[in-house]
């Protein structure tokens, strides 16, 4: 079945510390992978997708298919990156429903 | 744009009452639809749609119905509520691209308490 991992609900960093949050997913073709964020008192939003290739506020993530892997990271974290951060995927081109992972909340201590 | 809205924001029901969740969108999106969250969960797809007049079910549909009449509106509706259906009701909606990744665009959600 297919299935998303972000095995830390919390994560906590000091301000200028580099930061990964981690996701591993489970699905035997090709998936699409992103990254949502929630802000306090906003939307989910999207913050990047896999192919797209892009850096979003500093963000970048790089699929590992080795490794099923789709971390999240950031070289230095800035107080208004503290969030709800869900890795997600589709199961590919065309195809919009998207599994989530439990989401991890990153906590940038100033 | 107003973007996606949902009404109502909150609602306490009881169990084996009915009501609907709306949601409604302004980008002319072909597709859309309802997960909920459950603490400690991450968002698991109920229903969704691909264009007026179709629907179709996603992870965890049951006590849950759904209608696309309209490329605006997606309502959901509870037939008679129970207690297991007490979570954060999200709704989105994206828009049908030939390839590539599809952003989907979510709405504030909806916290329903059924008692």
């Known amino acids: 079945a297919q299935r998303v991992t972000q095995p830390e609900k919390l994560l906590s960093v000091f301000k200028g510390a580099p930061v990964e949050l981690k996701c591993n997913y489970s699905?035997?073709?090709?998936?699409?992978l992103f990254w949502y964020v929630q802000y306090s008192r906003q939307r989910l939003q999207l913050l990047l997708r896999?192919?797209s290739r892009e850096s979003i506020k500093g963000f970048t993530a790089d699929l590992n298919k080795g490794e099923t892997s789709f971390h999240l990271k950031k070289p230095f974290a800035q107080e208004e990156d503290s969030a709800m951060y869900y890795c997600a995927f589709s199961i590919g081109a065309g195809a919009n429903n998207l599994f989530f992972g439990t989401g991890t909340r990153l906590t940038v201590i100033p | 744009n107003a973007g996606v809205t949902q009404t109502p924001k909150f609602q306490v029901l009881k169990t084996g009452q009915s009501m609907t969740l709306q949601c409604a969108q302004d980008m002319n999106h072909e597709y859309m639809s309802w997960y909920r969250q459950d603490p400690g969960m991450g968002l698991r797809l109920i229903h969704y749609?691909?264009?007026?007049?179709?629907?179709d079910q996603g992870e965890v549909p049951n006590g849950y119905n759904v209608s696309r009449s309209t490329t605006e509106d997606f309502p959901l509706r509870l037939l008679s509520a129970a207690p297991s259906q007490t979570s954060v009701y999200f709704c989105a909606s994206s828009s049908e691209w030939a390839s590539g990744s599809h952003e989907q665009f979510f709405g504030p959600g909806t916290r329903l308490t059924v008692l």
């Open positions: 699905y035997s073709g090709s998936p699409e």
């Open positions: 749609s691909v264009g007026a007049g179709i629907t």
């Open positions: 896999h192919i």
